[in-house]
């Protein structure tokens, strides 16, 4: 049984970062595409950063997220993770992990094509 398990959210002020960890059991993550997704209330998910299996150097970041949030994962530890910098109030939202084994970054953060998700942590940037 496959199980993706966030952690790491909280609430944090303007200017701030954090870290989500992502512990996967089930299956390695040295042959899977991983990503984060978003979900802000009212909006829909979208795909803020996804790393391909093969190629550490291949990733796709949102525009919203670009330069300020980095994806890594470590295949020792089976654990995706998402350092997320300068956080701001629009980066309010519940964050997903997910892996899947053919997707390319392209079609999983754009098209959020994910064979397995999380169950989702909670961020929230507040004054």
């Known amino acids: 049984q496959v199980q993706l398990v966030e952690s790491g959210g909280g609430l944090v002020q303007p200017g701030e970062s954090l870290r989500l960890s992502c512990r996967v059991s089930?299956?390695?993550?040295?042959?899977?595409?991983v990503g984060w997704f978003r979900q802000a209330a009212g909006k829909e998910r979208e795909g803020i950063s996804c790393?391909?299996?093969?190629?550490?150097?291949?990733?796709y970041y949102a525009d919203s997220v670009k330069g300020r949030f980095t994806i890594s994962k470590d295949v020792a530890s089976n654990t995706i993770f998402l350092q997320m910098n300068n956080l701001t109030p629009e980066d309010t939202a519940i964050y997903y992990c997910?892996?899947?084994?053919?997707?390319?970054?392209?079609?999983?953060?754009?098209?959020?094509?994910?064979?397995?998700w999380g169950q989702g942590t909670q961020v929230a940037v507040s004054s």
């Open positions: 790393l391909d299996s093969g190629h550490e150097d291949s990733t």
């Open positions: 997910a892996t899947d084994g053919v997707a390319t970054v392209q079609s999983m953060c754009r098209l959020q094509t994910v064979r397995f």
């Open positions: 089930g299956h390695s993550l040295e042959y899977y595409t």
